[in-house]
Structure formats: C-alpha cells, structure tokens
C-alpha cells in the first residue's frame, strides 16, 4: 500500500471540494472494495476523502412518489428497508444475493455501483491489463476467461461490471445524482452511468474525478412481479455468471436487465418489447456478443436463465 | 512397545473415556482467541521484525539482476534478503526443487527476496519497490497437450506398472465391457490458516514458531537446507489452522524467515500472503484417468484396467490415482499404470488422500457407468466385487474389511431404495433430482509414534509429544487415551504438542495421526502404569487404576501417594514389524448423495450426504464425526466449484485467491449424515483404531457426479461439474 494522507468530510460539498483540492484523491466510504484494491497497488490514491459522515444515510420519499436512497446508505440497510421490500423487491434481492452479511453492512449504495471488475488479471499485478495499466494490453482475452463479458466489451478489454445492485437498479430506472466541487450537480440515469470499454477501458463510469455521488433515486413503484435470479458456480459468495433481474406482469411482459455478461447491467429496449417471447428476448440481449471459448456458455445461460424466471413470473412451483 | 501381534484385550476395552462423545479440550481456547498461531506468537520472541515475500513474477527463466535501491530507501526497512545472494538451499524433505536460493526460476510466485522492515505495511510497500531483472524461458506448463506422451513414472522398483493374469485377453472376451476416461482439475488445499513462522537465532541455535503438521520430519529438513546440526534446530507448532498435506513439509516461509533473522540480526516473521498459498507453495495435480472393465453379466468383474496420468515438475511423482485399483475390488485380471508429465507449474505434492480422492472420482464414477450398463444397482455391484484379500497377492487378507457393511447400512438408512432409478426421471418443479453412490477407501497407515507422560506430585497428568492438532482432536483424543489408562478423570490431563523438543510421534498425515499417536500414548502410559504398580509390589497386569487409584489383590493405593517423593515420568513410543506387510489395512465408506438440479440453468445442488464408515474403534465419535463432515464438504468443493485454472500461456494458476478458488460456502453443504459401524482392527494398532480423517473425503466426487447423471441422464467426465459443462445437453426449455 502506498502511503496516503486521509480526510473526514462532513458535507457532500466539502467532500467534492477536498477531492478537488487534492492531487490523486480519492472518497472512500465502506472501503470494502477500495481498500483491498489499495493493499494490492491496483488504486494508488494519495488522499483519502472519508465521506462516511456526510448524512447522506437515509432513504427518503420523492415527490414523484419514488425513492432517494442517500449515497451512504449501507446495502444492508436498504435491502431491509419496508418500502424497498414491498415496492422493490428486485433490488433487496439483488442485494442480498450478493457479498455477505459482513460486507454488505459496511458496503455502500454509491461504492457499490463503483466497485470494479474481477477479473483475475486485473488483481495479478505482474500481468497486462489495459485497465489497470492503460496500453499494457489484455492479458484476460487469450486467457482464463470463464467469468468475463460476452457483449459490449471491446479489443481492449473483456471485463464485466461485477454488481448486483445496479442490476436491479437498471431495470427499475434508476437515477444517480452527484454534486461537484463547483457545487454543480446531475442527475444521471442509470443506463448511461457506467461507460463502455471501447479503447478506454480504465474510465469506467460517466463520473468526473472530484464529483461525488451523492443519491440515487427510483421512479415510482411499477408494480408487477419481482425477479432477481443469481447463476454462480456455488450458492453464495460469489460473483454472478449471469444474473437476471426482472419486474414482469402476469403475462410475462416487463422488463429485464442482465448482470455479469458486459460492462454495465445489460438492459436492451428491444429484449424488452419482445417479452414474453424468451428466445427473442435472449436473441436480442446477445446478439452482439463476441464470447471466448472459454465464456461462449453464456449465450445459453442468458436464455435458460430467462426461462426459469418467466416461469417463475408465471407462477412454476419453485 | 513393538506392536508385533494384535493386541487381545485391553484397559481401552473398558472404553469410559475413549470412545465417548468428548468435546475438544482446547475448544475453549479456540473460541476465545487464546488459542495462539504461528504468526500471532508476538510474546516468544522480542523485537519481531516483519518479513514480506517479492514473488516472481514468471513462471520460468533466471533473474539477471535486481535493483534494490529504492526498497531499501523505504521507510522502516532493516535488510532485504534476496535469493542471489544465498546458494540453492538443498532439498529439505518432500520438496521436488529447492525453497530459495540461487538465480533459477522454476515456477510462478517462487520466493526471490524478503524484505524486512518494522512494520508489515512498511515492508510490503517496500517489497513492491524491488525491481527485478527477469530472462525468460519458454515452459511446458499445458498437461492436456503433454499429457499423451507421458512416460511412465519411474518407481523404485522400475516403471509403476502392475500386471494380474491377463487384462487384454479377459477385457476381449468379457461380456460387458467399458472404456472410459474421467479428468480431474489441479486443486488447492485452500486453508484457513497461510503458512506462517517466526524465527529467531541465539548463537548457532535456530527456533522456529511455525504452522507444521510434521514436527520431526521438518525439523531435519530445516537442519539439512540450513546446513545445522539439527540438534541445534527447535520447531514449535502447536495449532495450526488447517493444512491438508500442504504443510506436511517446510515452505519458504520458515526458511526465509531463518536466513533473514541471521541477516537481520532480530527476529523475523513471515507469513504467505493468499496468492502466495496457490502458487508458491503445492498442490493437487490434475489427472487423466482412462478406466476400462470387463465383466460378466452378473457383475463380477474379469478385468480391470486403470491408467492415471498426472504432472508435475521434474523430479517427484503427481497425483497416484491407481492406487486404491490395487486393492478394492476382486477380478483375475488386472492392468494398472501411472505416468508423468513433467510441468513448469507450481510443485504437485500430496493433498488430503492423495490418489484416492482423485483416482476415486473416477474409478466410482466408471463403476456406476457399469452399473447401468449391466442394468445393476450400483450398491450390488460393488458387494458382488468385495474381495477380503488384497486382489493382487490374494494370500495377504485384510485385517478387517467391512465395505459390504458399509453400503448396506449407509444404504438403508439413506432409503436407497427409493431413489430415481430413471436418470432423468426424477423432476419436483424446476428441479431435477438424483442420487448417487460410491465406495470410500482409504489406506490406514503404520508409523512408530513416541510420547513422554508425566505424572506430578498433585496427581494430574501430563503428556509430551511432538504430534500436531492441525484443527482434527488430537488433544482431545490423546487426553482421552491418557485419562482411560490412568483412571484420572479428562479435566486431570494437560497435553501438549508440536514442540520438537518431545518425543517423535508419527505427526499428522495421511489419515495416520489418530490410531498411531493415541498408540504411541497408550504404549508410554503401559510404562507409567508399571512404574506405579512396582512401587507399590502390585502386579501391573491385574492392577486396575480407577478414580485416582490404583487397585489390586483388594488393595487399594492412591496415585498421589506414589508421586509424593516426586513426579514419575514413563516414556515409550509404538513400533511396528510386518503387521503392514501381512496384512492390507484399509478403512471403508459407503458414500450416498442426493442433488438437486435447476433444469433451466444447470445450477447445482447437494440435498443430503450420508457416509457409513468403518474405520475400527472410533476414538471419539465428536471429533470423527467432525473429520468425515469436513471432508465431505472438500469432496463437493472438488465434485462442484474447485479447480486452479492454469494460464498455459505464462504458467500460473491464476484464480490465487479464495474469491476466484471456489470452496464450498455454508449454504453449498446440506445436511449431513455420518454413521459409524462397530469395528475393532487389533491388527492395526494397540488402540484398534485405524485412521478417518481423510475416508470422508474418498468417493464423495464420484457420489456426486453419479447423482448429476441420474438427475440429468448427462454424463459429465471432468470435473469440476460446473454447469458450463453439461448446459446445452439439459431439457429444452
Ligand atoms: C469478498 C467480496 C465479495 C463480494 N461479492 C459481491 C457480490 O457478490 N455482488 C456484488 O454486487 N458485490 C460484491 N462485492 C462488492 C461489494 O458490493 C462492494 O465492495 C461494495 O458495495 C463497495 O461499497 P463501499 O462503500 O465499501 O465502497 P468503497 O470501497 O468505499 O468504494 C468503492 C469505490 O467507490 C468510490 N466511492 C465510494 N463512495 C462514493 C461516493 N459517494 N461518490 C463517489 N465515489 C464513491 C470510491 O472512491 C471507490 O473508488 C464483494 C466484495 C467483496 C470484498
Ligand atoms: S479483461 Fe480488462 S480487466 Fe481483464 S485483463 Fe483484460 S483489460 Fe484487464
């Protein structure tokens, strides 16, 4: 770990404003995912903006009849929280099927939608990895790529957005909102939150350095039946192979987004419009997929996978 | 004590303490945290320097140079050690190639500096400042590509084959035949427990507070690497937090940590980091196993043939698959071989039941494909092949073999009979579901085993040996022996262990801890027994010691009066002639597992597991039963989720850490059932015991992949049985 100097904040202003005082600072809220990073020398921080004390703990009712879920909200927190469980169910689930208890008591909601990839070469740090070390090539691609993204990756990197969270989060319409050090704020909904690879694969997320996430919200309730289905190689501890998280009617038709196929939750307009017919759905979630040998199962995954919550949806006895 | 003939009875007979259901006795210590490990004993040693491993970062090749400039300018740090400046040690004991030393690479993650500093984050930000000057060499690190041209291993006695009458003519003209060839995954022991010492110098004499399983064993390789007479040399290990054959022998961990405490002139402390535990030290190796039986079409089998090819490095055997082939079930003809494919890979060594739990994973999950194709309950198949000789050299029986036993209880209370017999068949909403079975079989294994006891002038009693408790119960089991043969009461024991300064035991290892090292007590606690009763001119082979007392001729005498000029100590060890040689020793499982099957996504599930074993006298059925549960729970780790994956290109295994190395989770084991027969196996040690720590583990694979097959009707031949391996061959959807 590189030595760093560290900061508590109290407000999300001050927070944005330390940010941008500081050469190569960065927040750090659970430090669940930032910290190991740092033991590794994958994040190099040299300040530590601590924004654990910015109250932004709470969830609380919007106008518009939805949801703002603090940026410091613990994943525990919001996954038990009634009105999430009664009226977002996909999210507590998704939450819930991620991590453990432990972790997602200290985890947060912005950390999490900023935790980063697992691909194994990205923590080896003796191997190339354009994100980890931009032009250093992708060592994962020729590799042992079984856990990695079968569409919207790109040449230079293969990596999958690991969540959960932001699975749920996608299909629901979430909208993160951030504030910057000029004291400017956005509204940025999910969809267009995470970023492709393409050529810049080490820039993952719409964010600017200094800006800080400061909520999420949701939209209003949409009712419907809510689906979160993990596939893993064990039944927990472990990072999705595919996931799917669902909000369908008694017909079956909704909306799904996919988690552990792609750079961010994968959620196509058109998968949408084609429910309840799953094959199309599946056809239209991977028709650009340009899987490895290793990970080209995941094309079937997607599809089966959408099957079993269909018929879930349509009430198959578990 | 030379164990020469089976014992008849004896004072463990009376079984008031050996064999009661007994909690662990350090058990409070554990959950309390007073429990201490290697790397936490900041109390045997002042001024502990931190020691932080630089890994190599290739897989083959030299170091030409490295540039310590910037490290040592670090903050906090006392010395770097690197391994230039130090010759190749020797091969200690079990290594294939030396822990440190010279300018050689022979695999990913191998030791190549230590860097010493005040702190551990001191050192470890300065071990990444070590710039290292690589010269690559090209490796053979892919075992599927070179494992056709395998040659065979090269045994003492020649090639590693075995030949019985004749496999090719039977295997011709058999009724029934199969031919099939199952593959196994490298595996990681994945323990709690990193290995870790601590070590520090006074004059020429070397302590070293360490994670090792064989205390004996270690200290001589450490004396032979470090060129020290090894009574110069102490170990001190007594709890370790896991280890599986991982830390059967010494890792770089102690012998770095030596030559820097030398350099640093303090002592130094090291520990492996997590990835360092998958590549830096050893491993399953992966195996190719091709199975071909001929039978007849009641099932008995007429030939047999077993093949088994694994890898490793130059210089040492893989993963000995063919070994339980040999023994377990009858057939005139037979044909077993092993080969070997030299890998630039991390160091293959032994690994919880090395060769069974492999070759089981195949040879049971072949012997359920000959069921079926027999159209025979697998149960039946394997009882109309029990042989009570090894098949081999039939004029050598086995001390006590109760396999048939096994399946038929395990079967019963498993309700067997109500399983799926249409693979495929079996469907309870979205799940598929099925059961399987299979035969555990593991060796119990003979070693001499030396223990001091000491009894004080207060009456309690303390025993001394260098065994180790690597989270098994030997504490418990040898207070229990101690206290059975004194009459004194389990709370009037201290045991202490791993302490090289003790008498020898046998050490933990190969499912022989148990029966040899409780012997080893037993034989020491004989002696004290005598002791007593000659002081006070009883005959110690009518005396009975009961209560604190020592009885005889209806007299009746305290232990306390006897210790009251002071304490008498008794110390002897079990020695064994050609009991092993006469006689097969083996322990025995029926395994049955029943999973459940997500016909949509292929997602895996064990149900319920039961395990029927005999394994002669159980010596608590508390910690055994803890044993058996355990390895199970390795053995769906292996059927399921584990498996190192090699990067051929660069030669490592590249999920090192235990986010990417998949263990079984809590929620991946179900309920377990364990059920132990009656048996007493004289023949196997004075304690009629025989091993159990590794039986639970043998066969549980194969019960699985059996299971996935009878739920599914899809033959999966490679484990581990992830369902990327079977997706596309499962119902429509
Ligand atoms: C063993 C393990 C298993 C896991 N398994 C899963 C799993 O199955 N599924 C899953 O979804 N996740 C899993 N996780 C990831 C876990 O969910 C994340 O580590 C956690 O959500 C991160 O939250 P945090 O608050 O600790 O973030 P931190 O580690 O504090 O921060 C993460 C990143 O977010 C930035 N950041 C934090 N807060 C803000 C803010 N308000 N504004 C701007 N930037 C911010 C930090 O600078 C940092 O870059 C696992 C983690 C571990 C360690
Ligand atoms: S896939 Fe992405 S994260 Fe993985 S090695 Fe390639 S560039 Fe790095």
């Avoid at chain 1, 190099?44 to 654990?52: A, G, I, K, R």
């Avoid at chain 1, 032009?135 to 293969?158: F, H, T, W, Y």
């Avoid at chain 2, 009518?542 to 009746?556: K, L």
């Avoid at chain 2, 999966?716 to 429509?732: F, I, M, N, Q």
Wanted: net charge negative; glycine share 10%.
């Amino acid at each position: 770990m590189k030595p760093f100097s560290y900061e508590r904040v109290s407000s999300p202003a001050e927070a944005a404003a330390a940010a941008a005082r500081a050469r190569g600072a960065k927040f750090i809220a659970g430090g669940t995912n930032l910290l190991d990073l740092m033991k590794l020398e994958i994040e190099t921080p040299h300040h530590l903006v601590d924004v654990t004390g910015t109250g932004l703990d709470t969830i609380t009712e919007t106008d518009e009849g939805g949801l703002r879920i603090g940026a410091l909200v613990s994943n525990t927190a919001l996954a038990s929280d009634e009105r999430v469980k009664r009226d977002y169910a996909v999210l507590s689930r998704a939450i819930v099927a991620g991590a453990s208890g432990q972790l997602r008591n200290k985890a947060t909601t912005g950390g999490n939608l900023l935790q980063r990839t697992r691909c194994p070469y990205f923590y080896d740090t003796n191997q190339a990895c354009n994100k980890r070390k931009p032009g250093s090539g992708c060592a994962a691609k020729e590799g042992v790529s079984r856990q990695l993204g079968i569409v919207g990756v790109s040449d230079a990197c293969i990596a999958t957005y690991p969540g959960d969270m932001a699975v749920a989060l996608r299909v629901l319409d979430a909208v993160v909102e951030t504030v910057k050090a000029d004291g400017t704020t956005r509204a940025i909904p999910l969809g267009e939150f995470h970023r492709l690879w393409g050529d810049t694969p080490h820039i993952e997320t719409v964010l600017e350095p200094d800006e800080m996430i400061t909520a999420v919200t949701l939209p209003k309730p949409l009712g419907g039946t809510h689906i979160y289905h993990k596939v893993r190689d064990r039944r927990s501890y472990a990072f999705a192979l595919v996931s799917v998280a669902a909000v369908l009617d008694a017909e079956g038709k909704g909306r799904v987004a996919i988690g552990g196929i792609a750079p961010r939750p994968w959620r196509v307009e058109s998968a949408d419009a084609a429910l309840p017919d799953v094959k199309a759905a599946a056809r239209a979630l991977t028709q650009e997929a340009s899987p490895t040998d290793q990970n080209a199962f995941k094309i079937a995954l997607v599809e089966r996978t959408l099957a079993g919550v269909m018929a879930k949806a349509r009430g198959e006895a578990a | 004590m030379k164990y020469t003939t089976p014992a008849g009875e004896t004072v463990i007979d009376r079984q008031r303490v050996v064999g009661q259901p007994t909690t662990r006795v350090d058990g409070p210590l554990k959950v309390t945290g007073h429990a201490p490990y290697a790397y936490e004993r900041h109390d045997v040693a002042a001024n502990q320097a931190y020691g932080y491993i630089v890994p190599s970062a290739i897989a083959k090749g030299r170091v030409r140079s490295m540039d310590l400039a910037e490290a040592k300018a670090q903050p906090g740090v006392i010395t770097i050690l690197t391994t230039t400046e130090v010759d190749e040690l020797p091969l200690g004991m079990g290594h294939t190639v030396p822990l440190f030393g010279g300018s050689q690479i022979r695999f990913y993650h191998q030791a190549l500096a230590l860097v010493v500093a005040e702190t551990f984050e001191q050192a470890r930000a300065a071990a990444k400042l070590v710039r290292v000057d690589y010269e690559r060499t090209p490796g053979n690190h892919d075992f599927h590509a070179l494992a056709p041209d395998a040659p065979l291993v090269e045994g003492s006695d020649g090639p590693d084959v075995s030949k019985v009458g004749d496999f090719e003519a039977a295997y011709a003209s058999a009724p029934v035949t199969i031919d099939v060839t199952y593959e196994t995954p490298h595996e990681s022991h994945a323990m709690m427990e990193p290995h870790a010492s601590i070590a520090a110098w006074e004059g020429e004499k070397l302590s070293l507070w360490t994670s090792n399983q064989m205390i004996a064993w270690s200290k001589q390789a450490v004396a032979k690497m470090l060129d020290l007479d090894p009574a110069n040399v102490r170990l001190d290990s007594p709890f370790l937090g896991g280890g599986f054959g991982a830390k059967l022998f010494v890792r770089v961990d102690a012998v770095a940590a030596a030559l820097a405490a030398k350099k640093a002139g303090r002592p130094v402390k090291v520990m492996l980091d997590r990835p360092l535990v998958f590549n830096n030290t050893t491993h399953r190796s992966a195996t190719i196993q091709r199975l071909r039986f001929g039978a007849e079409r009641d099932g008995r089998l007429t030939a047999i043939s077993h093949e088994c090819t694994s890898g490793n490095l130059a210089g040492q055997e893989g993963e000995n698959g063919i070994a339980q082939t040999r023994l377990l079930y009858a057939g005139a003809n037979r044909y077993t071989a092993q080969r070997i494919a030299r890998l630039d890979l991390p160091e293959a060594n032994a690994m919880r039941a090395p060769g069974e739990t492999a070759g089981l994973m195949a040879l049971e999950g072949a012997m359920d494909e000959l069921a079926e194709k027999l159209g025979m309950d697998p149960v039946e198949l394997r009882i109309v092949n029990d042989t009570q000789v090894d098949p081999e050299t039939p004029n050598r029986p086995y001390s006590s073999r109760m396999m048939v036993e096994c399946l038929r209880r395990g079967a019963e209370a498993f309700g067997w009979d109500k399983r799926n017999t249409t693979p495929g068949g079996w469907r309870e909403g979205r799940w598929l579901i099925g059961h399987g079975m299979a035969v555990g079989f593991r060796n119990s294994v003979q070693m001499k085993s030396a223990a001091r006891v000491r009894l004080s002038g207060n009456g309690k009693l303390t025993v001394e040996t260098d065994m180790t408790d690597i989270g098994t119960g030997s504490y418990t089991i040898l207070a229990q022996t101690a206290a059975e043969m004194l009459g004194l009461p389990l709370e009037d024991i201290t045991v202490t262990l791993g302490d090289s300064d003790m008498p020898a035991s046998c050490g933990s290892g190969g499912q022989w801890g148990a029966q040899n090292s409780t012997s080893g007590v037993y034989a020491a606690c004989v002696k004290l027994r005598e002791d007593i009763a000659e002081r006070f001119a009883m005959d110690p082979n009518a005396a009975e010691f009961a209560d604190g007392e020592i009885r005889a001729g209806g007299e009746s005498r305290k232990l306390t009066e006897a210790t009251a000029s002071g304490e008498i100590v008794a110390e002897d060890s079990v020695e064994y002639d050609d009991l092993s040689q006469k006689y097969q020793q083996s322990t025995f499982a029926g395994h049955f597992v029943e999973i459940a099957v997500d016909a949509y996504t292929g997602e895996t599930y064990v149900r319920r597991m039961l395990a029927a074993c005999a394994a002669g006298r159980i010596l608590n059925p508390i910690s055994a039963r803890s044993q058996v549960i355990g390895a199970m729970t390795m053995g769906v780790g292996g059927a399921l989720t584990e498996e190192l994956a090699v990067d051929t290109r660069f030669g490592f295994f590249v999920n090192h850490d235990l986010a990417g190395y998949e263990v079984p989770v809590h929620a991946d084991i179900p309920h377990q059932e364990v059920i132990f027969l009656d048996e007493l196996d004289a023949i196997a040690s004075p304690m009629k015991a025989k091993g159990v720590g590794e039986l639970g583990l043998c066969g549980v694979g194969a019960a699985v992949a059996n299971a996935l097959y009878n739920a599914t009707g899809v033959r999966v031949r490679e484990y581990p049985l992830t369902l990327d391996k079977y997706l596309d061959k499962l119902p429509a959807v």
